[in-house]
């Protein structure tokens, strides 16, 4: 219930953000199944954000273990099943001098390859990081050695690696476009040997081809409703009244995103969070207010759902949601 709603909030935040989201290859997911997602990184938590948002199954993210530091992300990321891994980057900041503990993801590996044994699907970032590079990075092992895993040690059946191609017009900007390109999945029982090393090569090289291209550019114009249609003047009057309601709390996430952001990396997902925080905010503070005036429950419930509903449009207005 927690993951579907957020899902729904993060759909509509991102299509606040980015003009078009346009998935290329979406009849190329498995609809079950246990399965690996490899995804190219290149926008911190925007990039896990739109891959949820695209996936029609519940997905378990990943991400570097130094987040859970903080305690309240600790807690969000035991309530969302986020799994924490350990880079070697990270162990190399280690100043007692030890050296790298060479299983500091044993646990976290055991745990993903349970929810694969249950038919999970897991999203991972092979290259380890987030960057601004326009190439992919050199992959790490680590999704190789998972699948491998999976079949040799575990003896799991049907487990398949996804490649997800996340192309970004411009990642930093407002009213841009991103592209999301799905590629065949590799099929883990017809691989043929056990190289991790192998492995990690042909999901690069798949990644690569489905990343290093730009965003596609159309002249066409989105598909739009016939203007004297019931439905879409109803959408139409339900979309301006998200923008009238929730445009200036987005202005002001967008100032303090701008403010607080010290790379290309943190404008969309400073944004994003703290319009989700802004807005839930000003939700409460409407409805306090109307319950003050009118006294009335079922009028308070009423007013909350046309801001859902307003917000939804006018993220969707002229691209309906197609997940």
């Known amino acids: 219930m927690i993951y579907r709603a957020l899902r729904w909030i993060t759909g509509i935040a991102l299509h606040w953000f980015y003009r078009d989201i346009r998935v290329v290859g979406r009849e190329r997911i498995p609809t079950n199944g246990p399965l690996l997602i490899a995804v190219n990184h290149w926008n911190a938590l925007v990039d896990s954000l739109l891959v949820g948002w695209v996936m029609p199954r519940r997905i378990t993210m990943t991400a570097k273990a130094t987040l859970v530091d903080n305690p309240l992300v600790a807690v969000l990321f035991r309530i969302l099943g986020v799994v924490p891994l350990r880079r070697v980057s990270d162990e190399s900041r280690k100043k007692d001098g030890l050296p790298f503990d060479r299983a500091r993801n044993t646990v976290a590996f055991r745990e993903i390859l349970d929810l694969l044994e249950n038919d999970g699907a897991v999203l991972i970032f092979p290259e380890g990081k987030s960057h601004n590079a326009t190439a992919l990075e050199p992959l790490k092992t680590g999704l190789a050695r998972l699948a491998l895993q999976a079949r040799d040690n575990r003896a799991i059946s049907g487990v398949r690696i996804l490649p997800i191609g996340v192309v970004f017009d411009s990642k930093a900007t407002p009213g841009s476009l991103v ?24 999901v690069a090289a798949r990644l690569r081809a489905l990343s290093e291209c730009g965003v596609i550019r159309s002249e066409e114009s989105p598909v739009r409703l016939p203007s004297r249609s019931l439905k879409r003047l109803l959408i139409t009057m339900a979309a301006w009244w998200g923008r009238l309601t929730h445009q200036p709390s987005i202005q002001v996430a967008r100032s303090l995103a701008l403010r607080q952001s010290r790379d290309a990396d943190q404008p969309a997902m400073l ?14 503070l409407q409805i306090v207010v109307v319950g003050v005036l009118v006294r009335s429950f079922w009028v308070s419930v009423i007013y909350l759902v046309s801001l859902l509903g307003g917000a939804y449009w006018a993220a969707f207005e002229n691209q309906p949601r197609r997940s």
Do not use: C, H, K, Q
């Open 179 to 202: 592209d999301i390109r799905i590629g065949e999945a590799i099929e883990m029982e017809s691989w043929p040997n056990s190289d991790a090393g192998t492995l990690t090569l042909e």
């Open 271 to 284: 944004t994003i969070m703290f319009a989700t925080g802004i807005v839930l905010l000003a939700y409460v």
